[in-house]
């Protein structure tokens, strides 16, 4: 079955950028679907926004202002970007990669947090 | 945004029961694009069910869905052992794409 890894910061500090990184073992992710959720310690998931294999983004109007899903030009990563964090942005962040827009393939999962 | 609201918040049932889990949406889902999750701890959510009604690639035939418009329910004919989750109901007809609260479904 296919997995994700996925990597960043796990610590960051209020008003600064979340940056994780997501990339597929022997594989690639042109013509799928990537797709960013979030889950608060103890809560709920969130759907943060997915890169779409025709090269557009649709982002969660809660976080578009500060959101930005990418993909390198290898096909071989892609990244999600979130400005001026703050303590409600702490979470587990989980990238997926789907033939549709529902992901089949996920990384292990981010744990996030804000803190001064 | 379409607001998912899912039902019972917990679930606590015994291995060999049946559960019915709900979930309601605030306005149509278009075209049944609703799909259900498992989430175990420490772990990434799995497809379950998507367009209402299709099991994802290795879900068991004890894992059913059904409903359209606003209306849709997860039923696990007989629960087994690694069924005790958190179940999660998506739309995916309209964006932003949302997500239910969850339903616990624990062992009593």
């Known amino acids: 079955q296919v997995q994700l890894q996925q990597w960043g910061a796990g610590l960051l500090r209020p008003s600064e950028t979340l940056s994780l990184t997501c990339s597929v073992y022997?594989?690639?992710?042109?013509?799928?679907?990537l797709t960013w959720i979030r889950q608060p310690p103890g809560k709920g998931l969130e759907w943060i926004g997915v890169?779409?294999?025709?090269?557009?983004?649709d982002y969660n109007p809660s976080l578009k202002s500060r959101v930005t899903i990418s993909v390198d030009t290898s096909k071989t990563h892609f990244s999600l970007r979130l400005n001026s964090v703050t303590a409600a942005d702490t979470a587990v962040y989980y990238c997926?990669?789907?033939?549709?827009?529902?992901?089949?393939?996920w990384g292990q999962g981010t744990l996030v947090t804000v803190s001064s | 945004e379409n607001v998912l609201t899912q039902s019972p918040a917990t679930l606590s049932l015994s291995p060999g029961e049946r559960a019915t889990l709900f979930c309601g949406a605030s306005q149509s889902v278009n075209s049944r694009y609703l799909a259900w999750y498992q989430q175990k701890p420490g772990l990434a959510p799995r497809l379950v069910i998507f367009?209402?009604?299709r099991r994802a690639t290795g879900i068991p035939d004890r894992f059913s869905g059904s409903g359209y418009g606003t209306d849709f329910t997860l039923t696990i004919s007989r629960l087994e052992p690694e069924d005790f989750a958190v179940y999660y109901c998506?739309?995916?007809?309209?964006?932003?794409?949302?997500f239910g609260g969850g339903t616990k479904v624990e062992i009593k």
């Open positions: 997926g990669r789907g033939g549709g827009i529902l992901p089949t393939a």
């Open positions: 890169f779409n294999p025709s090269g557009s983004t």
């Open positions: 022997s594989g690639s992710f042109s013509g799928y679907f």
């Open positions: 367009d209402a009604s």
């Open positions: 998506q739309q995916y007809g309209s964006s932003p794409l949302t």
